[in-house]
């Protein structure tokens, strides 16, 4: 028997199959990931899924998968059905809860928010009972865990560190108003802006090579979102007083020293007499909202918002 961990992000998804016996017994860990289809909106999505599932899982009366782990970037109502994904609006109004039970029928499957997901699983890994995490990735995600606990909880809702306000003369995000620290410091963001600078379209790969060549535009865009980013972690660090603050996902893990860059950014906004902030990367890099739904499949299903 196995469980399975699954995160859904913005541009791609994630799998993890792990033995359902914590012993250790059983075959190794598996996992995969693949890019969202560029058309064909959530039928082709999730026909994508459904593939890369049974190519993880071939043989399921042999290995059958117990309990599934869903970290979900998208605002979701109790039944499970999409209220709202920037990123992949087509999914609006989708059953995603009966959609994924269709996958893997007899499993049990959960969803959560994967910002409160990557949280818990970042606690876990540092061993520390208060913490915020912040994941940059196409979006912004991340949680707070205090007394080892999610902070609001699943039953009120997830902890939306991507909507935290940094500026209300800003740019437009997602949701609809301005000056979320995701329309700044995302990575879709960050290149949106980059592409202004330089007047053409920008990709990851020419932004981290400028970046680490230390290129003034590659520097400032970065720069910006960082400092955005910056200020929403001190803004939270005011309001919790964390004893560790990890910054991860994808974005972030693949532009060396850009975690150095927002603790640089956090001494200049912190006060003499305010909270002490330790700020590190994310000990899981860009895998903490799937190790988050493997501890979801392995867990108690929390009570959905």
């Known amino acids: 028997m196995s469980v399975l961990g699954v995160d859904l992000g ?5 799998l993890r199959l792990e033995p359902a016996s914590r012993s250790g017994a059983g075959p190794a860990p598996v996992h995969s990931v693949f890019q969202w289809p560029a058309t064909g ?29 869903v970290a979900v970037p998208a605002t979701l109502e109790a039944s499970g059905r999409v209220r709202g994904w920037p990123n992949r609006p087509s999914w609006q ?34 061993a520390c009972p208060d913490l ?23 039953e009120r ?19 609809g108003r301005n000056g979320c620290v995701q329309s700044v410091a995302s990575g879709r963001a960050v290149l949106r802006r980059a592409a202004r600078r330089l007047g053409r379209d920008t990709g990851f790969d020419a932004l981290r090579e400028a970046w680490q060549g230390a290129e003034p535009w590659a520097r400032e865009t970065v720069g910006e979102g960082a ?17 560790l603050v990890t910054v991860g996902g994808g974005f972030a893990a693949g532009l060396p020293g850009y975690v150095d860059e927002v603790a ?24 903490s909202s799937l190790d988050g739904a493997v501890l979801l499949a392995r867990g108690p299903a929390p009570a959905r918002p």
Not at 47 to 55: H, R
Not at 227 to 242: G, M, N, Q, R, Y
Not at 264 to 287: S, Y
Request: charged letters at 20%; one cysteine or more.
């Open 93 to 126: 109004g989708l059953d995603l809860l009966r959609e994924l039970t269709g996958l893997w029928p007899g499993a049990d499957v959960r969803l959560a928010d994967d910002g409160d997901l990557a949280a818990l699983a970042e606690a876990g890994a540092a």
């Open 10 to 14: 913005g541009t791609k998804a994630a």
């Open 157 to 175: 809702g997830s902890c939306e560190v991507g909507h935290v306000i940094v500026d209300r003369a800003g740019e437009r995000c997602e949701c």
């Open 41 to 69: 909106g959530a039928a082709a999505d999730l026909a994508a899924l459904a593939a890369a599932a049974e190519a993880l899982c071939p043989a399921p009366a042999d290995d059958p998968v117990t309990a599934v782990g």
């Open 132 to 154: 915020v995490h912040v994941g940059v990735g196409t979006g912004i995600g991340g949680g707070i865990v205090l007394g080892g606990v999610l902070c609001p909880g699943t």
């Open 264 to 287: 640089r950014q956090v001494r200049r906004l912190e006060r003499p007499e305010g909270p002490e902030i330790l700020l590190r990367p994310a000990a899981l890099g860009a895998l």
């Open 227 to 243: 400092a955005a980013l910056a200020a929403a972690v001190v803004s939270l660090c005011e309001l919790v007083h964390p004893r």
